[in-house]
């Protein structure tokens, strides 16, 4: 099942989403690079890391990719770009039987963005059902959108906004901008306190 929702903010000039020949030459060099001597070498995605128990966060994957991502045993993964799916990523998907959520949030500059509250209150129902976990969130560079996310989903794990706004402020470097961080200290969690999950400090 696919959600398609939303609009949002996100990267710069060099962060579109590149042609189908850039992406297969990239893969393909990639590819090259994760084994040597017949060793595979496990590469994580641009800005992986792991956001709890089950729930993972990064940039866009790539070919080199996936055979790191197949040690975490994915169910799901969170999609928050408008763009489609790249095929090899889809292929990927279905060899694993790994689900894709996607939310097409439109990246947008400052000073002019309307950030969807209602597409990030129904991407966070996706990642509080555990039975989507494990679960990856990306974007394209794992900055904005997925910074975003996450920062709505500390919130409700009952993290202070001074935590909440140094971890965004570490995957988005300089690139940090202050309509994200102005939109997570305004989002509403009181819709989604209701809900159960198994994630730490969450609390109804």
Known sequence: MKLEMGRHLEEEEDDDIRSEDERIEIDHRHDQTAAIDGEIFFIPPLNFSMVDTGVFRSGFPNVSNFSFLETLGLRSILYLCP???????LEFLKSNGIRLFE????????PFVNI?????????KVVLDVRNHPILIHCKRGKHRTGCVVGCLRKLQRWCLSSV??????FAAAKARISDQRFMELFDVSSLKHLSSPLTCFKK
């Not at 763009?83 to 990523?89: A, G, L, Q, T, V």
């Open 83 to 89: 763009e489609p799916y790249p095929e090899p990523n």
């Open 103 to 110: 939310f097409g949030i439109e990246g947008y500059k400052e």
């Open 116 to 124: 969807p509250e209602d597409t990030v209150r129904e991407a966070l």
């Open 165 to 170: 706004f140094d971890e965004y402020q570490r």
